[in-house]
């Protein structure tokens, strides 16, 4: 009686109160038992609470049951305890209960043999909770609505009207260039974007099943509204309603019709809809069709009542589309967000021309030209913040499409560091990104893919040359022209510059390197064996041409991540310091690079002014965290003498690890006043050693940096005399090896060490193992020439000893005899052992000879010695030999 309506009718039956639905279009009977409570496994009617109120219903209940009455048998449809049974109702007329027979289970085959007891509380008419009835009332109209909607989905609707280029171009106001501008950016996208999701083959776009569809979906109040669902659920939800729609699978007008008549809002509805557009990325790009369709929908939910208030404040933003470019802002499927940006702002323009019509042709001329101009100014500001979107959404796209691209094949091996995934990107997400967000996300790219500086330096360097004035054609040139299967460097080098030209502030050269070499740093830090890591790291530190970005880089580099390493290797470099020789060896070697590019930033700072940070226009509203770069240019002035020292030692160190000097200790080589003033902040003012040196000092800092000249000789020339291994030996393990000697002799100037006494050493080494024509270079650079002709003078003695004493030949002992006495009794005394290489050729040193008496004044007491020397070598028969 209180549910009177044409449709329903309800009657008592088997102590079962029941809504019937009457026949409608010959469906089949439906009947919902009401306020019906299914108990598993009572055997006392009287354990039964007899009233619940309705939540405590909805919370208690253990199932729902449908009973249909199909092909003159009436089925039973339970959903218990989130599982589905179907099976026949067979009434027991003498008890209070039903059993239900497992026949028809045919989807659950072993459940056949299986009874299941549920009792019914009974319930008399008057009794029946009010809510409950409601509840049920609603679940009708959910059901209604599915029927609809599949109702719709199932029809043979297709649209076979064509759409061509200029019919797109049309749709979306666009210039023909503007089109194509679009197309390729959205197909280069398209290549690249090779990321997949997961499908499961019973996973079909615009189908959900009933049980899914209630639990979506509720009413309240008889207003109809969504469920507090996931985002994967949202989608499915959205999928049903417009998935054959956005295909011209099914009527867009009736679907909209049958969704608004139900009672769902235009805002709910809009949500929806882009949340499907939105998600199906690949789908949608690979149907041009869908892009009319999204426009045709869009526009007949604008013009839903109350989706787009004609009252609303003319100076502010319309609510409704500002919800469309919020949805575009937040997705991360940039393609997809770019095409609804361009529909929305079409349709947007649409409508707000056809509201300013209205008002002009209601408007008498000059009486209301006050609200005309409102509406113009309003319109005027919406345009503005569509053409802002369209601009990021095209910026998000191509650096999308970059750090999509991928290089070819790395020739070093893949750090699991260098294989995690890139983050996905949102216009959202680099507004809140902070000033640097652009360039760390291509920083982080480029550490992946391990490009080199130089890479990036050469596309700026294109772009540079490039005519500006002509931005359509390179973009078509850097897109069209790079093969889908293929991405080579040339084609990375494109895209780089395309990205570049979007963004010439956040990817300005110095800005990129910084964030490169602070990303490079990070990642080392997380693995300190992957030294490659941070000698990359120093490459771009170098590459920073501004030397206040440069100081303040490397300056946070070493308060962030090295000195604390550093120090231990000081302390504990015979110990364990957690990183293995060849990592340490690197590690240090990198630790004097950064140090000497500080003090050349230092030096060069003074000359430059610091740069202005710059922001693209469509990116002034970006906040965030503070840029590493903003960060940079706030570090104070380094004290430039205590970076000097820390050089110093790390030089030492460096060396003691390249050559395994280990028993050195570094740290043993300063007095007090030194070592105090290390490992300190590198801007502060410290008491530095001065003045004259202890000369046990000097003697014990001199014999070390002999010893790292010797060892740097040896490692370079001792190995092998072809040219392949003295090519290998320029290169370590740990990148591209010092210049020892040169270092080595800056270190003496730095040590209060004679600076001659290691040139002479360095000379003497040299031809000791054998490489005269490098000796003879080096003796250019030695001040005091007549010591070193002294030393070479024994040197050449030890090489003819071993000629002639060593090699015992009839021939040699015959020359051996016609010698002057004084040359045979010197060349005797020579110990031909000490010689690192006895393989020179007789004319090689014949040469030496002539050089040391070139060196030697003639009033030296060697000097005679010499002249005899060369009659020896002149007299020696290289074949006897």
Not at 356 to 383: N, P
Request: include cysteine; charged fraction near 25%.
């Amino acid at each position: 009686e209180k549910l009177s309506c044409t449709w329903l009718e309800i009657k008592p039956n088997h102590k079962i109160i029941t809504i019937q639905i009457l026949p409608i279009n010959e469906s089949p009977k439906i009947s919902i038992i009401l306020y019906a409570k299914f108990y598993y496994g009572y055997k006392n009617l009287d354990s039964f609470p007899c009233y619940y109120s309705l939540n405590k219903i909805l919370n208690k209940i253990l199932g729902v049951v449908i009973v249909c009455l199909f092909k003159n048998k009436y089925l039973f449809h339970i959903r218990y305890k989130y599982v589905i049974y179907y099976t026949e109702l067979l009434f027991c007329s003498s008890e209070d209960s039903l059993t239900i027979s497992s026949d028809l289970m045919k989807e659950k085959p072993f459940y056949k043999s299986v009874e299941y007891m549920f009792f019914l509380l009974p319930l008399e008419l008057e009794s029946v909770d009010e809510g409950l009835l409601q509840f049920c009332a609603n679940k009708l109209k959910l059901l209604h609505l599915y029927e609809s909607v599949s109702q719709l989905n199932s029809l043979d609707f297709h649209s076979d009207t064509p759409f061509s280029d200029n019919d797109l171009a049309v749709l979306l106001r666009l210039e023909e260039q503007e089109l194509f501008k679009l197309q390729a950016l959205l197909e280069k996208y398209k290549q690249e974007n090779t990321r997949t999701s997961v499908r499961f083959s019973d996973d079909k776009d615009g189908v959900l099943p009933v049980k899914t569809f209630l639990e979506y979906l509720e009413y309240e109040k008889d207003v109809l509204s969504i469920k507090k669902i996931s985002e994967e659920e949202y989608v499915a939800l959205g999928s049903f309603f417009f998935w054959k729609c956005l295909h011209g699978e099914s009527s867009t007008e009736d679907m909209c019709h049958t969704l608004e008549s139900a009672g769902l809002s235009p805002q709910q509805l809009l949500s929806l809809l882009l949340s499907v557009w939105l998600s199906k990325e690949k789908d949608i790009l690979d149907k041009a069709q869908s892009v009319c369709c999204l426009h045709t929908m869009l526009s007949l939910l604008s013009k839903m009542k109350v989706a787009i208030d004609e009252t609303w404040d003319s100076q502010s933003v319309s609510p409704w589309w500002q919800q469309v470019r919020m949805a575009c802002t937040q997705s991360e499927n940039n393609g997809a967000a770019l095409l609804s940006a361009h529909v929305g702002h079409s349709v947007a323009v649409q409508i707000s021309n056809n509201i300013l019509e209205r008002k002009f042709s209601q408007t008498v001329l000059g009486a209301d030209a006050e609200v005309l101009t409102d509406s113009w100014e309003a319109l005027s500001l919406d345009t503005e913040y569509w053409k802002l979107l369209l601009k990021q959404l095209e910026d998000c796209l191509i650096l999308e499409t970059l750090l999509n691209s991928k290089g070819s094949t790395p020739t070093s091996r893949l750090s699991l560091l260098q294989a995690e995934p890139l983050p996905r990107l949102s216009v959202k997400k680099l507004l809140e990104g902070g000033k640097g967000g652009i360039a760390d996300c291509v920083a982080k790219w480029i550490f992946k893919h391990d490009f080199s500086p130089e890479l990036l330096k050469l596309a700026n360097k294109e772009s540079d040359v490039e005519n500006p004035d002509k931005p359509k054609e390179g973009i078509s040139r850097g897109f069209l022209a790079v093969s889908e299967v293929e991405m080579d460097l040339g084609a990375i080098s494109d895209l780089l510059r395309l990205a570049y030209e979007q963004f010439p502030c956040s990817l300005e050269l110095d800005v990129l390197h910084a964030h490169c070499c602070w990303e490079y740093v990070v990642q080392w830090n997380k693995d300190p064996e992957e030294t490659r890591f941070f000698v990359r790291s120093i490459e771009h530190l170098k590459h920073i041409l501004n030397a206040h970005v440069q100081n303040g880089i490397a300056l946070m580099m070493w308060n962030t991540f090295l000195v604390k390493r550093f120090s231990a290797a000081a302390y504990l470099m015979d110990k364990d310091v957690g990183m293995s020789d060849t990592a340490m060896t690197s590690f240090l070697g990198s630790c004097l690079d950064l140090l000497q590019t500080l003090m050349e930033a230092d030096v060069s700072r003074d000359e430059m002014q610091v740069p202005v940070l710059d922001t693209e226009d469509a990116w002034l509203a970006v906040e965030g965290p503070i840029s590493i770069v903003e960060l940079a240019l706030e570090q104070k002035h380094i004290h430039y003498a205590l970076v000097e020292h820390h050089s110093i030692l790390c030089s030492m160190l460096y060396a003691v690890m390249r050559f395994s000097l280990k028993t050195v200790k570094p740290l043993s080589l300063f007095d007090s006043k030194g070592k105090n003033a290390f490992f300190k902040d590198l801007t502060s003012i410290q008491l530095l050693p001065s003045g004259e040196m202890d000369p046990n000092f000097i003697s014990v800092r001199q014999q070390f940096l002999l010893k790292v000249v010797s060892a740097a000789v040896q490692a370079q020339h001792s190995a092998s005399k072809d040219k392949e291994s003295l090519e290998e030996a320029a290169t370590t393990p740990f990148g591209k090896d010092q210049d020892w000697p040169v270092l080595a002799v800056d270190l003496a100037h730095h040590l209060q060490v004679s600076e001659d006494v290691v040139r002479r050493h360095y000379v003497g080494e040299l031809y000791n193992y054998g490489v005269d024509h490098l000796g003879e270079e080096a003796i250019l650079q030695v001040h005091d020439k007549e010591v070193l002709a002294s030393q070479l003078l024994v040197l050449t003695g030890q090489r003819l000893a071993h000629a002639l004493l060593h090699t015992q030949t009839k021939e040699g002992m015959e020359l051996l005899a016609r010698l002057p006495p004084t040359l045979c009794t010197w060349l005797k005394a020579m110990n031909p052992q000490d010689l690192q290489n006895t393989e020179v050729p007789i004319a090689t040193t014949a040469k030496l000879v002539n050089k040391v008496i070139e060196l030697l004044p003639e009033k030296h007491g060697q000097y005679s010695l010499a002249l005899h020397l060369i009659e020896a070598v002149e007299a020696i028969s290289i074949p006897s030999l």
